[in-house]
């Protein structure tokens, strides 16, 4: 069965930075893209990033463009988010999620996404 796995959330001071991690097991991920989403309290779950496994395609939300980068190491089956120069607004929970590979709008919905991890506490202060 597919598992995701996050790791790497905290406690970080506006302008630091983080970087998450998706350990993903279980099937075979080629074909497919990988995405972070986050949800605040009170908010719907939003887009964040995405890459597709096969040729790394990278795709980001405006609010983080410049900020953050997302990356995969294959060899791993691990996706990483790298966030700099975070913001309070940034202070959320943090989910990997598995998908099919598709097109800009097709990777931004989070109904594309058959798999998820179980979230990681992202907290910025000010």
């Known amino acids: 069965q597919v598992q995701l796995v996050e790791s790497g959330g905290g406690l970080v001071q506006a302008g630091g930075s983080l970087r998450l991690s998706c350990a993903a097991s279980?099937?075979?991920?080629?074909?497919?893209?990988m995405g972070w989403f986050r949800q605040a309290p009170g908010e719907e779950r939003e887009f964040v990033a995405a890459i597709t496994w096969s040729f790394g395609s990278t795709y980001y939300a405006d609010s983080v463009k410049g900020r953050f980068t997302i990356s995969r190491d294959s060899a791993k089956n691990t996706v990483y988010l790298q966030m700099n120069s975070l913001k309070p607004e940034d202070t959320a929970v943090y989910y990997c999620a598995a998908g099919y590979a598709g097109g800009s709008s097709t990777l931004r919905s989070r109904y594309n996404y058959l798999y998820w991890g179980q979230g990681t506490q992202v907290t910025v202060s000010s």
């Open positions: 279980g099937r075979t991920f080629s074909g497919y893209a």
